[in-house]
């Protein structure tokens, strides 16, 4: 259907019209193309009606509305359904174009799309789709791609109404002059991503102001999750304004739920990959074992994320950072997130290689904003963990408020730093005017809790920069070390102003100037010693008590005799270190969420001293497996370490030297001595021998052994002598010792998949009233 023209002034459907609960079906290969015209709906105006194509290809293209729907104009509860359908086509001759959806307008109505390809169309808004109302459901397979606006949404432009986007889809190298590169939502809109597919993606989007791939401009929800095993990525949008990737104004709300990678993002102005104002947030949750990834992205200001007047920048489980370089700022400050008056709580994420041109270079935080870090930890004496994410999902759904309480999956203790911010770079010009290492906080509020803060570097203040009168900070069982400071000021923390409590916090081997510079307000339980020759502290608090200070201000110049500090250090204690059995009073717990007083009285610095030993795991053959719950362990506590065999191979047991201790993949024990445990696996064969015999032949006899192929079923059988019964089969391994029991039935039947040396155990039978003694030849 071509070269046909609805003539009047607002005539519909330039090439076909369907009304009052009409049913067309397009069938075979369609064409609906060049040069229809129309006011709304060149290629196809349905009111009150349904449109569906029977699975051959339908092509809209070089269709042409002087108002709205270029190819497609729904309204009235119509209904579009279309399976392997293009709208639009490549070439700068073949676009569909409108002024509001060159590829279709959606009024009241509803749009179900699988294997569907939308390009090359030209609106001022939405240069694919304008949605007023109603519904989008974009099922599989579909693209939407190389679409432009004049001014708002390249791709979409969502006035209202919902669009759902499920299994594989991508949008990439859309563009629009004014705001939302990919998609632009105001008025009443809601959008929801959901990574369900092989391909989920948005990608190369542009816009000349705000939003380079979307423009929320709502109170509504965005929701980004990838739940389901398959990546969300958002990779090299750009906007000429604000937010490279996201920007969100009058409350909008960006959920960004499990397997995200947000990446290559870039804004001429602030915020990299989310600009936040006007109220509006973002939520970043892990999802089990897949947490949110903003990776390198970079912006004037906020390289990653740059908010203002935003009441909840949330992290619960997140990574802001990449190896090597991770967000940057350019030209400014928070080279990972800048707030002005904003609010972030974090925990469980870590921030890492991240950069900025002058202060903060993970976080910047000005105009009387929050800052809470802290961990979210299992305990460390328990090793059940305690998994959120149920619960965790039903807040997703359920509430489009990000959670007061930590909602980040608890992690355990013994598998590292749970919340971190290490290697990243304030003046990163070199032109000595950037502070804060890792945190720069300016007449903010600052709270920071179980947390590793490493390997920064500033100009001033290595780890954290305070100034401001209004300003305070409160840092407690925290491991401050090898930080580095090019001027001597605080290599380790620098406050120039407010109030600034420390507790619990050891800081060490920091370079270029002390462990804390200026003066505290309060200090207590601190070990500050060991930092390149410089002080402690270098002037006494205002307040202290307990603490360790080679400079001598702030506490006893004391060795606290580390296990091993360096640069891959161990900062516990060792046993007769001045820090232990030190403190009148404490906090609760220490870095490693183990419970203080472990005595009579509190230790100083960040852990508390244990009793602990460690746990070694390895697998033989390398290739055999993986292992896990090597670490160090408290006396008495319990430890699980779990063997996964690889493919081709299957687990035999673990062994302490050549004893076997389980013949378990997961085995528990409570660490009461350093031990390094062995997983052994055995190479998959065609044919395993099944060894099969009864302790003493006397007592009973065997059936069942023999050569077996792979998987091939297996049944042994124990059978008993007169005034004899079956007891248990056990199992003995060539070369090792120790048995296990593996059934108590005398038929025992299992799968060959290994070699195995199997022993059945009788026992007499004993009559009432009789006593029998049995010596075994064994």
Same mark, same amino acid.
């Given at each position: ?27 075979? *290969? ?89 390009? *090359? ?273 039903? $807040? ?34 070199? *032109? ?38 209004? $300003? ?307």
């Amino acid at each position: 259907m071509y070269l046909n023209q609805a003539t009047a002034a607002e005539g519909k459907g330039g090439a076909i019209h369907v009304y009052n609960n009409g049913n067309i079906t397009l069938t075979g *290969n369609v064409f609906i193309y060049y040069l229809n015209q129309a006011y709304d709906g060149a290629g196809i105006y349905a009111d009150s009606s349904t449109i569906t194509n029977d699975g051959y290809s339908v092509t809209f293209r070089q269709n042409i509305a002087s108002n709205n729907g270029g190819a497609i104009y729904l309204t009235n509860n119509s209904v579009l359904s279309l399976n392997n359908a293009n709208v639009g086509q490549v070439g700068p001759t073949l676009k569909n174009q409108a002024v509001n959806g060159a590829g279709i307008y959606v009024a009241s109505s509803t749009v179900n799309l699988t294997n569907t390809t939308i390009l *090359n169309n030209e609106a001022s808004y939405g240069g694919a789709i304008f949605l007023a109302s109603g519904d989008i459901n974009f099922l599989d397979n579909t693209i939407i791609i190389q679409n432009s606006a004049g001014v708002d949404g390249g791709a979409i432009y969502q006035a209202g109404g919902t669009i759902d986007f499920t299994g594989s889809w991508g949008i990439e190298n859309n563009s629009a002059s004014g705001n939302g590169g990919a998609l632009a939502i105001t008025g009443t809109g809601i959008t929801s991503f959901s990574a369900e597919g092989d391909t989920n993606l948005i990608a190369n989007n542009d816009a000349d102001i705000h939003g380079g791939a979307v423009y929320l401009n709502n109170n509504s929800t965005l929701k980004l999750h990838a739940t389901k095993g398959n990546d969300l990525n958002v990779f090299d949008n750009h906007a000429g304004g604000n937010g490279g990737a996201f920007f969100a104004n009058n409350g909008g709300y960006f959920d960004s739920y499990g397997q995200l990678f947000i990446d290559g993002n870039n804004a001429n102005g602030n915020g990299g990959a989310y600009y936040l104002s006007n109220g509006s947030r973002v939520w970043f949750d892990d999802y089990y074992n897949t947490l949110p990834k903003v990776l390198s992205n970079w912006a004037a200001n906020g390289g990653a994320i740059y908010a203002t007047d935003s009441p909840r920048v949330e992290c619960d489980g997140a990574e802001f950072g990449d190896t090597p370089l991770g967000n940057y700022a350019t030209n400014g400050s928070g080279g990972a997130i800048y707030l002005n008056n904003s609010t972030l709580n974090a925990d469980n994420c870590n921030f890492y290689n991240n950069k900025a041109t002058l202060n903060g270079g993970a976080i910047a935080a000005s105009g009387a904003s929050t800052v809470k870090i802290y961990a979210n930890l299992s305990s460390y004496f328990s090793e059940t963990i305690i998994a959120t994410s149920l619960h965790k999902s039903n $807040a997703h759904v359920l509430s489009f408020n990000p959670p007061i309480i930590p909602m980040s999956t608890h992690v355990n203790p013994h598998n590292g730093e749970a919340s971190s911010l290490y290697s990243n770079i304030a003046d990163s010009d070199n *032109n000595n005017s950037g502070y804060g290492g890792a945190i720069y906080n300016d007449s903010s509020t600052l709270e920071v809790k179980q947390t590793y803060l490493h390997h920064n570097s500033a100009y001033i203040g290595g780890a954290i920069y305070q100034t401001g009168s209004g $300003a305070s900070a409160d840092v407690s069982n925290c491991l401050i070390h090898h930080n580095i400071v090019a001027w001597e000021l605080g290599a380790g923390i620098r406050r120039s102003n407010g109030a600034f409590t420390i507790t619990h916090t050891t800081m060490t081997d920091n370079v270029g100037g002390s462990g804390f510079s200026g003066e505290a307000t309060l200090a207590t339980n601190n070990i500050a010693w060991g930092n390149n020759g410089m002080p402690g502290f270098t002037i006494a608090p205002a307040s202290y008590s307990c603490n360790i200070d080679d400079g001598g201000n702030a506490g006893v110049n004391s060795n606290p005799l580390f296990v091993s500090p360096g640069d891959d250090g161990n900062y516990h204690l060792q046993a007769g270190s001045p820090a232990i059995n030190a403190c009148d009073t404490g906090a609760e717990i220490d870095l490693k969420n183990r419970p203080r007083p472990n005595s009579t009285k509190y230790d100083m610095g960040a852990y508390e001293y244990y009793l602990e030993y460690n746990v070694g795991t390895v697998a033989n053959p390398v290739q055999g497996g993986t292992v896990s719950g090597a670490g160090t362990y408290a006396y008495n506590s319990p430890v699980t370490v779990e063997a996964t065999a690889s493919t081709g191979y299957i687990f035999v047991h673990w062994t302490n030297g050549s004893t076997v201790v389980s013949n378990s993949p997961s085995y528990s024990f409570s660490a009461t001595a350093d031990v390094n445990l062995q997983a052994n696996f055995s190479q998959e064969q065609s044919q395993y021998f099944i060894a099969a015999s009864a302790r003493n032949t006397n007592h009973g006899t065997i059936t069942g052994e023999g050569t077996y192929s792979h998987n091939e079923s297996v049944t042994l059988t124990a059978t008993p002598e007169s005034g004899f019964t079956f007891s248990h089969w056990i199992e003995t391994w060539d070369g090792f010792q120790g048995s296990f029991i593996v059934s108590t039935e005398e038929t025992y039947t299992f799968t060959a998949n290994r070699v195995r040396k199997l022993t059945a155990v009788f026992k007499p039978k004993v009559l009432p009233g009789v006593l029998m003694l049995l010596l075994e030849d064994d």
